[in-house]
């Protein structure tokens, strides 16, 4: 079956440090990928589209990769800030209209 | 750029009663409009896809008599919740998209309507 997979635990990391995310997934050939923060109550926030023929993107401190042999895409925040504190979810778009989304991870950064 | 609103952001209505969210786009034309909805701590749920002037494609196990969904411009997409109950108790999250280009572009999101029927 298709399955988007993203880490069901908290990531809990020191201010200053690089946030790392996983997002895995089975049974897709994605198009492109993206990656959105959702705060508590809000609607998710767009943050950055990836297509599958691109290894590597970034966007100030977030930096995302795209492995289509794995299967895997990577979310990274250097020098992270309370402020980043949030859910973060991938989705995958295999070229159609739908999006499909993952759990989220729920990411806190402590001062 | 790429602003969407929805309007109501809560609402709260008697059992038996119709509730109609609003989602625009603000700055661009949205050919595809998604309506998803959200539990507590899970993952958005896809419940319909609609594009400007035909008729909603809804996922499977949503009733499209209770949810009913217009999109009857590029930039207004509405979803009625008819005769509510408190199981539609959730939180409603419209997205919109448009074409540039010929290919999709990203996905951008309402900031979601928290419905509690009582």
């Known amino acids: 079956s298709q399955k988007i997979e993203q880490n069901s635990e908290a990531l809990n990391i020191q201010e200053g440090k690089t946030a790392t995310l996983t997002c895995n997934y089975t049974n897709y050939s994605p198009a492109y990928l993206q990656w959105y923060r959702q705060d508590p109550g809000r609607g998710p926030v767009f943050l950055l589209l990836i297509r599958e023929n691109e290894k590597e993107k970034r966007k100030e401190r977030l930096k995302v990769t795209f492995d289509t042999t794995l299967k895997q895409s990577l979310f990274h925040i250097t020098a992270s800030q309370p402020a980043d504190s949030a859910t973060y979810l991938c989705?995958?778009?295999?070229?159609?209209?739908?999006?499909?989304f993952g759990a989220g991870t729920r990411l806190f950064v402590k001062a | 750029g790429a602003v969407v609103s929805q309007h109501p952001s809560r609402v709260i209505c008697k059992s038996g009663t119709s509730v109609k969210i609003e989602c625009r786009s603000l700055?661009?034309?949205?050919?595809?409009m998604f309506w998803y909805r959200q539990f507590p701590k899970q993952s958005l749920m896809l419940m319909a896809t609609s594009n400007e002037g035909s008729k909603a494609t809804y996922e499977q196990g949503v009733e499209k008599d209770k949810f009913l969904i217009n999109h009857a411009s590029l930039t207004l997409s509405t979803l009625t919740v008819t005769s509510a109950h408190p199981e539609d108790s959730s939180f409603y999250i419209c997205s919109a998209r448009g074409i540039q280009g010929g290919t999709y572009n990203e996905q951008f999101f309402g900031p979601g309507t928290r419905l509690t029927v009582l």
């Open positions: 700055d661009f034309q949205a050919t595809t």
């Open positions: 989705a995958l778009n295999t070229g159609g209209f739908k999006t499909i």
